[in-house]
């Protein structure tokens, strides 16, 4: 069965200090990755989405960035935090277009 | 744009009915519901394609009029299980890589 794993759970940084939190898949091939965050009270907002292995598109213009350096692996990375970077960020993967399975997601406070 | 979704909270008792809607102002081809317990990763409920067929499975069934772009989702004799905040997701794009969802509705089943 295919499973998500999503780490670090929580943490928290100082404003200006680099981010990277990690998303691995197993029990699939060439999944469809996705990033979302989601601010509090709020809805899910796609940040970015990769269909391959380097292929990355991003939904929204901000100072964060996606890799993909392996098939079941999907990276998310900021150089400098931004206290609006604070929220909760949930990777997920699908196979075809559709039902998205969600990871357990990661909260991050900028402090 | 972010789908409108309606209420934004409800409560309701044990055994009685709900319904909750989502409006878009784009056309669409599929509407996708969430469901997320607090602290939880959103898990997938249905789909619901352009065709307007309704979906359903156990007590929880949606509609699709593609005409007025609304999704309605039907949650009937509720149980304490339901409880959780909704989200819909809306594609406008075909490809269902590309959802937009709505800031949610909380639901809550007191006993």
């Known amino acids: 069965s295919q499973t998500i794993h999503q780490w670090p759970a929580t943490l928290v940084q100082p404003v200006g200090s680099p981010l990277s939190l990690e998303c691995t898949v197993e029990g699939t091939s060439n999944p469809n990755l996705y990033w979302y965050r989601q601010a509090a009270g709020r809805g899910l907002q796609l940040l970015f989405y990769?269909?391959?292995?380097?292929?990355i598109s991003s939904e929204v213009p901000q100072n964060l960035s996606a890799s993909r350096p392996q098939d079941r692996q999907f990276i998310l990375s900021s150089k400098k935090l931004l206290l609006s970077d604070s929220g909760f960020y949930l990777c997920?993967?699908?196979?075809?277009?559709?039902?998205?399975?969600f990871g357990e997601g990661s909260r991050l406070t900028v402090l | 744009q972010q789908p409108v979704q309606s209420p934004q909270a409800v409560i309701l008792r044990e055994g009685e009915d709900a319904v909750i809607n989502c409006s878009s102002s784009?056309?669409?081809?599929?509407v996708h519901w969430y469901r997320q317990k607090h602290g939880e990763a959103p898990v997938f409920l249905m789909i619901?394609?352009?065709?307007?067929e309704q979906k359903g499975h156990d007590k929880i069934s949606a509609s699709f009029n593609e005409k007025k772009q609304q999704s309605s989702l039907y949650l009937t004799a509720s149980q304490l299980s339901y409880s959780g905040t909704y989200f819909c997701g809306t594609d406008d794009s075909g490809s269902a890589r590309q959802l937009t969802f709505g800031s949610g509705t909380q639901l809550t089943v007191l006993p």
């Open positions: 619901l394609l352009k065709g307007g």
């Open positions: 997920a993967w699908s196979i075809s277009p559709g039902e998205l399975f």
């Open positions: 990769s269909v391959g292995i380097g292929q």
């Open positions: 784009k056309a669409l081809y599929s």
